[in-house]
């Protein structure tokens, strides 16, 4: 034994001096013919080739054993040549490999196993993975097993073959099943058991049993043969010696503890309970945390009992949950050390592994991989990107015949009418009813106020219009919020006075109600009045400005307005929801005084059009189609939303706060008696009686788009909340809309909805939850508001069953927790997780569209595209510009302008995409020079909302078929998608008219991304992020569905490049980019992303995106259209080149390629440390996540020569 572990050492130091050890001749005298070179890289191929001829040739293994101490020696010395030994193409570790397999000398196999440990210990997980490949680990194990016969067996042999096996084995994925085979598991068992005070030789078999462990069937075998036992056996208390072999074994414990049967057996030998105690005394004495290590070991070891339920129960038994929650109190966290580094790291919600519970007893064998994510010298690899070129490039399939698709030619009239019928001479354009900007004041006007008029006028409506004229002169005329020409500040503030004056000049018009009138609005219900009379409480008043402007209070009473009471309508019966019984709070008595209160309460209302119509809303509703059959309105839907006149930055996360909401969960269980547990809210019981009680919050979501199934008030001011999974599915619980009353001013409530399902949020990053307040809404501010302090996300103790988690086991719910203190008293309150839009408020803008449009100038058009499952229409818009006149040479040009396809709200949680398409249809029916030139330029044919059904049932994410129609596109059924079916039919007949659309795209929101960013479709790209990437560089491709994005980056204040992705995943084949791009043939095919928190970057950054910036965001689109017209039809714009070379090089010069799916903004600020998800459309799926870093991409010499505007001259079909 002592010769065995000199000798490498003594032969390594002479080899070093380059002196033959004694009794040995050189080789290099022997065999070595010609010159020898001193260079290393000539002296390691040199001696390579030595021991693979003393291989073949049989030579003395003195030999061997020589050449083999100059290779270590030169490995232990020269990154160099480990580098070279591993490079591809040398044969350095096959000779290694061979000579160890075939050699009986044990100096030699000591020698190479030295070799090997320094080549896997310095190069990290490629270079384990390199001596994978070779067939190491098979050699290995076959040497242990050889090994283990000798008797006893040699201890430094042993040592290095457990060390490189635990480095190796993680990198094969059939190592588990190889050592099974192979007899090793026992061999390193018994190593164990006959060695336990020689801790030099248990390490690194501990360290293999851990891999070993890994695949569970050898962990059942393990545990049948004592390992549990024997690992209880090495840990122990608190001790200062042997810290690191501590270590190991409880990482050891924590990966057999993962099987149910090992965990089943510590319970039954009441190791739970110590666990626990070597826990507390490791806790009690480890006061500088040196060894966090080791406690969080033990704390890993329980975990993997407490998955099944004899461990969870023994757990509590042990009283677990109270020692860990005292020890887990610091009182102070330190400034410095491990822990206040602990402390400092970015929020991790997911960091937690799921495992299975007690579904079944049947360990099943999982081969678990785990990377090295430090690796940079292997290229990234994603199993989910689609390597097969073939089934990349764009195939035009028509799926169905030109006699089928032939259903579809009356949706396109545009490309058949001659409009001979048509007045086209006069090119006057109409004024369009919403394009002035309407700042219009908000008048609260005094409870002294005189009313004038008779009490019918009362009658009429609580909320009195004011009555704006649209024709004002030149100082009250403003651009729409969509123009994007600056405005000089002090025009604004000058037509801000002007309007003034006309508001002051009605306000002599408005009446006033008192508190009883508006306590008697809680019982009014919609009633089925005559079309020419407006039905509500807003009955008769101007529809062109529908949010209400003035609320009023005076001492008359108005008995008649309660007589109103519950009337059916058609049928059914459709109500407001509840308003604030204590009627409208002044903002403050001495403004009520003042005879400024109107110039007080001047609020700036929306910038863009006003397309919201209380009245119109209402009508529309009645024939809206719900499964529930929603028999009330929401106040917000009926009030309308404007932008809150100010910034709402990213919230910024209060430190500890997470630990601080997770040990008031855990205190639920320690102090159970201080739990109320009381159900508040059920929609699964009809009967259920709301509580009385006047400290309890009251709920509802029985209005469209509402989400809200369940809520439990946990404490006094602390309530659960359970949401809808989506209709006719079990899962997608994330989108939440519902309504709050009842509600005392200044006390903090807390809310916890607790079984949202994705990994992870923005709510973890400073995003905060909605709130619309109708008391606000009644003081002139109805907006939609971001509240909410000690926001986070985290993964909760509720399991989610098999079937719930798409046959997942184990997977666990997560918890948005957030807390509001509410500034009125019995305030009427709706909570969302993103700005609701509703069907119904879709439908209602269009129709104010259609009805304000000038058809002289606009061409506009309203089909209804097809029926959902439940009935609703599915409307599709097409706006262009009307021909010059009937003359057959303007009508050509009418019906060649290229086609735009837009869609959006395939996703109904992802509200945020209708507001980008509100801006984009509101843009593309303005009066702006640049609109009209776009619609000169474009057809625009439109499908705003692709999933109506979901929208108005508050789904997430599923239509009522409860399927993501997002993964529909290959193959949509008729009868279960039919809006998919029939978009993609409209697709399919523009390709087999040959008029195959220019750009395509959906608009969608992202829950786990900031800024407004695009997925693309790239072959090229794809390729790259293979590890083909010989291949890459043989695909010519147009780049130019770069130019939009790039386009967009540069004019769009939200839009961040670097975001951009055009890499296409296999799980992603069926979605509408990707089918409309490889099926349909638009090579222009893009998702368009829209935070649902804020930027992070650009104008913007540090701020929560709203409605204007959507909406805003929306419009940038239709004019990066424009700018794309122009670069690839320059001529027909009859622009300079020069011109179109300065724009094309603006956009060249902010730019710098940094990936070949990312451009970086020269201003942008660095990446955010949070969870990002780089695959496209996939914040609901599974996570696949592309290498943030994957290296540089290099521009072909083609891309780099040719400008945009050429290449997409060069390949435009």
């Given at each position: 034994m002592v010769s065995v572990s000199v000798r490498p050492y003594q032969a390594t130091t002479m080899a070093a001096a380059n002196v033959p050890v004694p009794g040995e001749v050189s080789p290099l005298t022997e065999m070595h013919s010609g010159p020898i070179s001193l260079t290393n890289n000539s002296r390691i191929v040199g001696l390579l080739a030595q021991l693979e001829k003393i291989n073949t040739e049989s030579a003395e293994s003195d030999t061997a054993r020589y050449v083999t101490s100059k290779i270590l020696h030169l490995a232990q010395s020269q990154e160099k040549t480990r580098r070279e030994m591993t490079a591809k193409g040398s044969t350095g570790m096959e000779v290694l490999l061979s000579t160890l397999e075939n050699t009986k000398d044990l100096q030699t196999t000591l020698n190479i196993l030295s070799i090997l440990v320094e080549l896997v210990s310095a190069g990290g997980g490629r270079r384990a993975s390199f001596l994978v490949t070779k067939g190491g680990s098979q050699i290995l194990l076959q040497l242990l097993m050889n090994a283990s016969k000798e008797s006893p067996p040699n201890e430094e042999l042993m040592v290095q073959i457990h060390s490189i096996l635990a480095k190796i084995g993680p990198k094969d994925k059939k190592f588990g099943v190889k050592a099974r085979i192979n007899g090793a598991l026992n061999i390193t068992l018994n190593l164990v058991k006959q060695n336990l005070q020689n801790h030099r030789l248990v390490l690194p078999c501990l360290q293999l049993l851990r891999v070993y462990s890994a695949n569970s069937v050898n962990s059942v075998s393990l545990g049948k043969n004592g390992v549990v036992e024997l690992m209880f056996k090495i840990i122990g208390p608190f001790s200062k010696k042997n810290s690191g072999l501590m270590k190991v074994a409880l990482d050891t414990l924590a990966a057999l503890l993962k099987s149910k049967t090992n965990a089943r057996r510590a319970v039954d030998r009441g190791y739970v309970q110590v666990l626990l105690t070597i826990y507390v005394d490791w806790h009690r004495h480890d006061n500088r945390h040196r060894n966090m290590l080791i406690r969080k070991g033990i704390l890993q070891s329980l975990k993997s009992v407490t998955n099944i339920k004899l461990g969870r129960k023994a757990f509590i038994d042990a009283n677990g949950m109270k020692i860990l929650y005292n020890t887990s109190q610091l009182p102070v966290i330190p400034v410095t050390g491990p822990v206040a580094q602990l402390y400092s790291l970015p929020p991790e919600v997911d960091d937690v592994v799921d495992e299975s519970d007690d579904n079944d007893d049947i360990d099943l064998e999982a081969e678990n991989e785990t990377e090295n994510e430090d690796d940079l010298d292997q290229n990234f690899k994603n199993d989910d990107i689609e390597t097969d070129i073939n089934k990349l490039k764009p195939q035009e399939e028509p799926g169905r015949t030109i006699e089928e698709l032939k259903m579809y030619e009356h949706l396109f009239p545009e490309l058949v009418d001659d409009f001979q019928d048509c007045d086209l001479i006069s090119k006057e354009p109409k004024p369009f009813a919403f394009e002035r900007k309407v700042r219009g004041p908000i008048v609260v006007p005094t409870a002294g106020e005189e009313a004038s008029g008779n009490s019918g006028n009362i009658r009429k409506g609580v909320v009195m219009k004011a009555n704006v004229s649209p024709k004002g002169d030149e100082g009250d005329k403003k651009p729409t919020f969509m123009d994007l020409a600056k405005e000089d500040g002090k025009d604004n503030d000058r037509t801000l006075q002007q309007q003034l004056g006309v508001e002051n000049r009605t306000v002599s018009s408005v009446h006033g109600l008192n508190?009883?009138?508006?306590?008697?609005?809680?019982?009014?219900?919609?009633?089925?009045?005559?079309?020419?009379?407006?039905?509500?409480?807003?009955?008769?008043?101007?529809?062109?400005?529908?949010?209400?402007?003035?609320?009023?209070?005076?001492?008359?009473?108005?008995?008649?307005?309660?007589?109103?009471?519950?009337?059916?309508?058609?049928?059914?019966?459709?109500?407001?929801?509840?308003?604030?019984?204590?009627?409208?709070?002044?903002?403050?008595?001495?403004?009520?005084?003042?005879?400024?209160?109107?110039?007080?309460?001047?609020?700036?209302?929306?910038?863009?059009?006003?397309?919201?119509?209380?009245?119109?809303?209402?009508?529309?509703?009645?024939?809206?189609?719900?499964?529930?059959?929603?028999?009330?309105?929401?106040?917000?839907?009926?009030?309308?939303?404007?932008?809150?006149?100010?910034?709402?930055?990213?919230?910024?996360?209060?430190?500890?706060?997470?630990?601080?909401?997770?040990?008031?969960?855990?205190?639920?269980?320690?102090?159970?008696?201080?739990?109320?547990?009381?159900?508040?809210?059920?929609?699964?019981?009809?009967?259920?009686?709301?509580?009385?009680?006047?400290?309890?919050?009251?709920?509802?979501?029985?209005?469209?788009?509402?989400?809200?199934?369940?809520?439990?008030?946990?404490?006094?001011?602390?309530?659960?909340?359970?949401?809808?999974?989506?209709?006719?599915?079990?899962?997608?619980?994330?989108?939440?809309?519902?309504?709050?009353?009842?509600?005392?001013?200044?006390?903090?409530?807390?809310?916890?909805?607790?079984?949202?399902?994705?990994?992870?949020?923005?709510?973890?990053?400073?995003m905060q939850p909605l709130m619309y307040s109708v008391q606000e809404a009644l003081n002139a501010r109805p907006w939609w508001m971001r509240v909410g302090t000690d926001i986070c996300y985290y993964k909760n103790h509720f399991s989610r069953s098999s079937v719930a988690a798409g046959g997942q086991k184990g997977k666990s719910y997560y918890t948005i927790t957030f807390t509001v203190s509410f500034p009125h008293k019995d305030d009427v309150c709706y909570f969302a997780y993103h700005y609701p839009y509703t069907y119904s408020t879709l439908q209602m803008h269009l129709q104010k569209l259609e009805s304000a449009h000038n058809p002289q100038q606009i061409y506009f058009r309203k089909d209804v595209l097809c029926e959902t499952l439940s009935g609703n229409s599915c409307p599709l818009v097409t706006i262009t510009a009307m021909p010059e006149s009937n003359y057959y040479e303007h009508i050509c040009q009418f019906r060649n302008r290229p086609y735009v396809f837009l869609s959006a709200r395939v996703h109904p949680g992802e509200t945020n995409a209708s507001w980008v398409m509100k801006g984009t249809l509101e843009y593309l029916m303005s009066n702006n020079p640049t609109a009209q030139s776009l619609r000169e330029s474009y057809i625009f044919k439109i499908v705003p909302m692709l999933n109506p059904d979901g929208v108005i049932n508050g789904n997430h994410r599923c239509s009522l078929s409860g399927e993501d129609l997002n993964r529909q596109w290959q193959s949509p059924n008729p009868d279960l998608h039919p809006t998919i079916y029939h978009a993609k039919g409209l697709l399919q007949y523009l390709a087999a008219v040959k008029r195959l659309p220019?750009?395509?795209?959906?608009?969608?929101?992202?829950?786990?991304?900031?800024?407004?960013?695009?997925?693309?479709?790239?072959?090229?790209?794809?390729?790259?992020?293979?590890?083909?990437?010989?291949?890459?560089?043989?695909?010519?491709?147009?780049?130019?569905?770069?130019?939009?994005?790039?386009?967009?980056?540069?004019?769009?204040?939200?839009?961040?490049?670097?975001?951009?992705?055009?890499?296409?995943?296999?799980?992603?084949?069926?979605?509408?980019?990707?089918?409309?791009?490889?099926?349909?043939?638009?090579?222009?095919?893009?998702?368009?992303?829209?935070?649902?928190?804020?930027?992070?970057?650009?104008k913007y950054k540090g701020l929560q995106i709203g409605t204007r910036e959507l909406e805003e965001m929306g419009a940038k689109f239709c004019v990066g259209l424009l700018r794309l017209k122009r670069l690839t039809s320059p001529l027909e714009y009859n622009l300079p080149s020069s011109l179109l070379d300065f724009e094309n090089d603006l956009i060249e010069s902010s730019c710098k390629v940094t990936s070949p799916t990312t451009y970086v903004l020269d201003e942008d600020e660095p990446r955010f440390l949070e969870e990002v998800d780089y695959s496209a459309e996939s914040n609901d799926e599974l996570d696949i996540e592309l290498a943030e870093n994957a290296g540089d991409y290099e521009p072909s010499a083609q891309e780099e020569v040719l400008s945009d505007s050429e290449l997409s001259r060069t390949f435009l079909p």
């Open positions: 508190n009883d009138i508006v306590k008697a609005l809680d019982r009014i219900t919609l009633q089925n009045i005559p079309s020419q009379t407006a039905p509500g409480f807003t009955a008769g008043m101007k529809k062109d400005y529908s949010l209400p402007l003035t609320v009023l209070t005076c001492t008359k009473a108005c008995p008649h307005m309660a007589s109103c009471g519950n009337v059916l309508f058609e049928g059914r019966t459709v109500q407001l929801g509840k308003l604030c019984c204590t009627g409208v709070e002044t903002e403050d008595d001495e403004d009520t005084e003042s005879t400024s209160s109107v110039e007080q309460a001047l609020v700036e209302i929306s910038d863009g059009p006003t397309l919201h119509d209380s009245d119109l809303y209402i009508e529309i509703v009645k024939n809206t189609k719900s499964v529930p059959e929603y028999s009330e309105v929401a106040y917000p839907d009926y009030f309308g939303h404007i932008p809150p006149p100010f910034k709402e930055p990213i919230l910024e996360r209060p430190y500890g706060v997470q630990r601080t909401k997770i040990a008031q969960d855990i205190e639920r269980l320690i102090h159970q008696s201080d739990i109320i547990d009381r159900v508040v809210y059920d929609l699964d019981n009809p009967s259920y009686a709301i509580p009385e009680e006047g400290d309890i919050l009251k709920f509802n979501s029985k209005f469209e788009s509402g989400n809200l199934r369940k809520v439990i008030q946990i404490r006094k001011n602390e309530y659960d909340l359970i949401l809808n999974s989506d209709i006719n599915s079990n899962h997608y619980h994330q989108w939440f809309y519902f309504e709050v009353s009842g509600m005392r001013p200044g006390v903090a409530y807390r809310f916890n909805i607790i079984n949202c399902e994705k990994s992870n949020s923005q709510f973890n990053y400073g220019l750009v395509y795209c959906d608009y969608h929101g992202h829950s786990r991304k900031k800024n407004v960013f695009m997925y693309g479709c790239s072959i090229k790209e794809t390729v790259w992020h293979t590890t083909d990437n010989a291949a890459s560089c043989d695909v010519v491709e147009d780049v130019g569905y770069r130019t939009l994005p790039k386009i967009l980056s540069h004019i769009a204040p939200a839009f961040c490049m670097s975001s951009c992705s055009f890499v296409v995943e296999k799980s992603k084949e069926s979605t509408a980019r990707v089918v409309v791009w490889r099926e349909i043939g638009v090579q222009r095919s893009y998702t368009m992303e829209s935070t649902l928190c804020g930027c992070d970057q650009g």
